[in-house]
């Protein structure tokens, strides 16, 4: 996917974000590390011109609570958490870039339970490619590849990766999708 | 395997099994340690202010010695990541009976620990314990060695004031010569780059400081006027036996050494900092404790946060 492909889709987030509400009862969104952070501020952007309404936002690193890095050689880096609204009541929207084994949603379910008990929480991926390992689901999704599981999939912010793009990766030789 | 869960590939490879001391560790390994503690601090913070990372790890508290902040400091962070805790005091245990170190932690280590914090009278003994164990050991306390999280908290509160230490002036006033607390902090302020300089009566003053790469100066206002940031140590007054004082009385050594409410008219730019427990009216006029320049209630909340980081970065991936 090229980065006009991906601006439409954050555009079409945007939209889809507010659909369901009136203007006082806004969503809050929160972004996850790393990219999801980025993919967030992209929405929250076309949300503001679109709209003129600032959303709440948040990040939220899932590291304390995932249940796969011991298997790891090295502990992973705790990156920032930073939630600076209620969560109680709220209806929350997580964002992430690819939606895979739904590992990390769920510790991102657990984590953001620890934080209050908001009225829902959606979620929002720009890849889902399949093989679940957890009965996951996302609510909004920019695009579905179905992959190999040998494959990998890469979403790219221009802030981290000097562009903005999607690619498929097969054992490490590039092609673009 | 499941790729979707790493986290960029910018991680710091973080080499370390044991928190012996700082002296092993290097100027980014410190400050790796600082800078994963400001993301531990936020958990605090927290409504609910727990999370589930060390669940499956059980950590042993292995104090001979007496101590309260560091102890409670310890517990707390391995509370607030979950571990399972058991706590040793020497006081209380078969060392009565004359069990040997070894012996203890032998007996222990086969209940299945996979961390010790450790705080004990003789210098090299966290050292010991490697040998003894496969767990990962912290030092908590060494004799006059090192007490290297007192150090990390240290340095992550003056970074909460100057988040850049090289260049700045910091002063370590009291009795050098019993405080583990210096030395570990003289090498990780060395190692952060600051300038370090302590200041104490002669008597007080051990022969290897200037070895360390620190300053000397016997004269408070000089050393006050110099520094950006000021630590005043406690004066350990269980460490000086009858006929061997070190200073004439209490009253003399406040005037000589003590920070007052004029040195803080007198200097209006340094931050107060101790380690704790405070002597009022000895180390720091009790006024100067409480004042809006002094840090040291902060130094302890930090002091979690930074016990957290070290204790997540320790706790390994690979060691099953």
Known sequence: ?177 | MSKELELGNDDYDFPHKHLLGLTDYSGSDIQFILDQAQNFREILDRPVPKVPTLRDKTIVNLFYENSTRTRLSFELAQKRMGADVVNFSASSSSVKKGESLKDTIRNISSMKIDMVVVRHESPGVPHFLTRCVDAAIINAGDGAHEHPTQALLDLFSMQQIYPDLSGKHVAIIGDIAHSRVVRSNIIGLLKLGADVTVCGPKTMMPAYVEELGANVSYNIDETLAWCDIAMALRIQLERQDEGTELFPSIREYHQLFGITMKHLEKYPDFTIMHPGPVNRGVELESRVADSDRSIILSQVTNGVAVRMAVLYLLSGGTRV
Do not use: W
Request: contains cysteine; charged residues 35%.
């Open chain 1, 1 to 177: 996917m090229s980065a006009e492909d991906l601006n439409r889709t954050y555009l079409r987030f945007a939209h889809q974000f507010l659909e369901p509400y009136d203007d006082s009862t806004l969503p809050a969104l929160i972004g996850m590390q790393t990219r999801g952070v980025y993919m967030g501020k992209r929405i929250l952007k076309h949300v503001e011109e679109e709209f003129g309404h600032k959303l709440d936002f948040g990040v939220l690193d899932v590291t304390f609570y995932r249940d796969d890095f011991r298997s790891k050689l090295k502990m992973p880096e705790v990156k920032v958490t930073e939630i600076p609204f209620d969560l109680y009541e709220r209806d929350i929207i997580l964002i992430d870039d690819v939606l895979y084994t739904g590992r990390t949603l769920r510790s991102a379910m657990d984590a953001i339970m620890d934080y209050g008990r908001p009225r829902s929480i959606k979620f929002c991926c720009m890849v889902d490619r399949g093989h679940r390992e957890l009965p996951m689901a996302a609510d909004y999704v920019g695009t579905t590849l179905p992959t190999h599981v040998q494959e990998e999939v890469r979403v790219k912010v221009k802030e981290l990766d000097e562009e903005d793009a999607v690619y498929v990766v097969q054992n490490s030789d590039e092609e673009e999708e």
